[in-house]
């Protein structure tokens, strides 16, 4: 599956932004989907994960109640939604695929990865 992730952009602290990731093929729904983020200088971290039918989510510390991950599975798109942005969630973001009915928290976990779109927070 080939993933493509847009929504990224510039907004100020408190701001809010929505990402979506659209996959092609006819497998959408068999995959769970996830984001992550990767500052400079840091390794890629886990953000949000949701289950193949939309029911199961999990989310990193950092960003539960001010993120929400959803899916529509008939559009085979994938969404982040960020509310109470801080600067600190600067990084570029990217969308991913694993095979499993519900994705990891680790990288390692997942098949398959967008190109990333970059958020920046300004204080």
């Known amino acids: 599956v080939q993933l493509q992730a847009s929504g990224g952009g510039l907004v100020q602290a408190g701001g809010s932004l929505r990402l979506a990731c659209a996959a092609s093929g006819r497998t959408f729904s068999s995959y769970a989907m996830a984001w992550f983020r990767q500052a400079p200088g840091t390794e890629r971290e886990f953000v949000a994960t949701i289950s193949r039918g939309g029911m199961i989510t999990s989310y990193a510390d950092s960003v539960k109640g001010r993120f929400t991950i959803s899916r529509h599975n008939a559009k085979n798109t994938v969404y982040l939604q960020m509310i109470s942005l801080k600067p600190e969630d600067t990084a570029v973001y990217y969308c991913?695929?694993?095979?499993?009915?519900?994705?990891?928290?680790?990288?390692?976990?997942?098949?398959?990865w967008g190109q990333g779109t970059l958020v920046t927070v300004s204080s």
């Open positions: 991913s695929a694993s095979s499993d009915n519900i994705g990891p928290r680790t990288k390692d976990g997942y098949n398959y």
